[in-house]
């Protein structure tokens, strides 16, 4: 029998059902104003299509307690990538994000988007074949890469430390051999995306910053991601700070907040005071063996990110900024610098309920907002119909 979502009100009772949070029929009745009838066959071929699950009953008012439905999250699965500078993070994931195989090479993204690109088309095969699931399963693949990404059509645009990935169709190319829809968004949004459902899922108004190799943001507001009308929303690492107006910046100008507060510029800063230090992750190490002259560094870098981000607590005015990527690591002390600044220079009202605070995924907020952006996608109203439509 063939299955389809386009019968009245199948795809707004799903909808309904999507967060996860069961529901009786008649809950579903009184909530999307359709008869109990109506209802009860829109759930009954949500359950042949495999979408929705019944799970335990509700407590009874008197008589046999009435059936719960939910959610099936096992219907499907997504792909979640995060495309790093030095490194590439897949994960399979089901409906409801649970992470269910999960998979890093140690490929840069500065050896060209075919070569990264095959390593992660070869990565997912491997995976579902290593959870013994049909490639068939997958509803779609999210992508973040680190640079600014075109929203409309998924190619990076003039990514600085990309080389070779300037209006590559990375989705064309990797729907191509995988077959399934591929969205394709800025690193720094999808994470944004994965640190709120894993650790913010009530916050509305929140900023994500990464500091890596690069600095970024991601912006949610209102509930909503905001990338901008050409998808670059959110660039803070070139964005220019008083204090280095001659620190030459790889973008062609000087004075930008990656020059002066990234991974790699604070290890230049510490290498010029004769501390042997090439990376960001020599300047965590230092920090975590006691280094006074790297926790300086580290505290001043947070105090120039704290400069920038007093203007979007102004502009944006959110209730949690969420410092993330590998500089990180280092701990309060980065934040210290961040709060320090943000505090004394932004409006009371502003920071009077403002939590500056460290990223809780450990690393996983891109590749789990990778995951979140194809099943958005997968299970919209407008998609869900050729998502889904199966023979059972």
């Not at 005071?273 to 006074?292: F, N, Y």
């Amino acid at each position: 029998m063939a299955s389809n979502l386009s019968g009245p009100g199948v795809g707004e009772l799903f909808q309904l059902l999507r967060d996860g949070e069961p529901r009786t029929r008649a809950e579903l009745a009184k909530t999307s104003g359709l008869a109990r009838s109506t209802v009860a066959a829109r759930v009954d071929e949500l359950m042949r299509m495999g979408l929705i699950t019944p799970v335990a009953d509700a407590v009874s008012t008197g008589g046999r307690p009435p059936s719960q439905f939910a959610l099936n999250p096992a219907s499907r699965v997504v792909i979640g990538a995060d495309i790093g500078a030095s490194h590439t993070t897949v994960a399979v994931t089901d409906l409801a994000g649970t992470i269910l195989a999960e998979r890093t090479g140690d490929i840069a993204v500065a050896t060209g988007p075919e070569a990264v690109l095959n390593w992660l088309v070869d990565a997912v095969t491997e995976l579902m074949i290593e959870i013994d699931l049909e490639r068939s399963l997958i509803a779609a693949i999210g992508v973040g890469v680190p640079g600014p990404v075109e929203h409309s059509t998924g190619r990076p645009a003039g990514p600085p430390i990309m080389p070779g990935w300037d209006g590559f169709d990375v989705p064309g190319w990797v729907q191509q051999h995988l077959h399934v829809p591929v969205l394709v968004d800025n690193d720094v949004n999808i994470s944004a995306l994965g640190e709120r459902a894993a650790a913010w899922p009530t916050t509305d108004h929140l900023i994500f910053v990464k500091v890596a190799t690069g600095i970024g943001a991601g912006i949610i507001s209102g509930g909503q991601l905001l990338r901008g009308a050409q998808g670059i929303g959110g660039d803070l690492g070139h964005v220019r700070v008083a204090r280095g107006a001659d620190v030459p910046c790889h973008c062609g100008n000087t004075g930008c907040l990656e020059a002066l507060a990234s991974g790699p510029a604070i290890a230049r800063n510490l290498a010029a005071q004769g501390i042997e230090a090439r990376s960001g992750h020599d300047v965590v190490e230092l920090v975590k063996g006691g280094s006074l002259d790297a926790v300086q560094a580290v505290r001043q870098a947070g105090r120039d990110l704290g400069e920038v981000l007093t203007a979007s607590v102004s502009l944006l005015n959110p209730s949690v900024i969420v410092i993330g990527g590998a500089m990180a690591r280092v701990g309060e002390h980065l934040i210290a610098g961040v709060r320090e600044v943000v505090y004394t220079r932004s409006m009371p009202l502003a920071t009077e309920q403002l939590a500056i605070v460290q990223s809780a995924t450990a690393g996983q907020a891109a590749v789990r907002g990778a995951s979140m952006l194809a099943v958005e996608y997968a299970l919209s109203p407008e998609i869900l119909p050729r998502s889904f439509s199966l023979t059972r």
